[in-house]
Nanobody, 124 residues
Framework: VQVVESGGGLVQAGGSLRLSCAVS????????LGWFRQAPGKEREFVAA????????YYAESVKGRFTISTDNAKNTMYLQMSSLKLEDTAVYYC??????????????????WGQGTQVTVSS
């Protein structure tokens, strides 16, 4: 089982980035996938989640309207399109997989597999 993020980088405030989360080693049909982020000195926080089979998406209030999840089913890949980036979006972003989608999708505790993280830095 592998969860691999990519796409992080340095961007100016107001700019955009797209993160990718490629998953392999399991069938995604019942899975929930989540995006979390962690800034230095802060706890890991929920960003967005996806129920893979239904395509339902969920977002933290802080990113709603600016971030969008999409998928490429053929590639078992989830994307996080981030727009109108703010300084406070700077963090390491993690992708996580939960074998059975849960309504507690906002809690990092329910996820079974995690990627290594990708750094997103927003500059002024």
């Amino acid at each position: 089982v592998q969860v691999v993020e990519s796409g992080g980088g340095l961007v100016q405030a107001g700019g955009s980035l797209r993160l990718s989360c490629a998953v392999s080693g399991f069938t995604l049909s019942n899975y929930g996938l989540g995006w979390f982020r962690q800034a230095p000195g802060k706890e890991r926080e929920f960003v967005a989640a996806l129920r893979w089979d239904a395509g339902n998406t969920y977002y933290a209030e802080s990113v709603k309207g600016r971030f969008t999840i999409s998928t490429d089913n053929a590639k078992n890949t989830m994307y996080l399109q981030m727009s109108s980036l703010k300084l406070e979006d700077t963090a390491v972003y993690y992708c996580a997989a939960d074998r059975y989608f849960s309504n507690n999708y906002y809690s990092p505790l329910i996820y079974d597999y995690w990627g290594q993280g990708t750094q997103v830095t927003v500059s002024s």
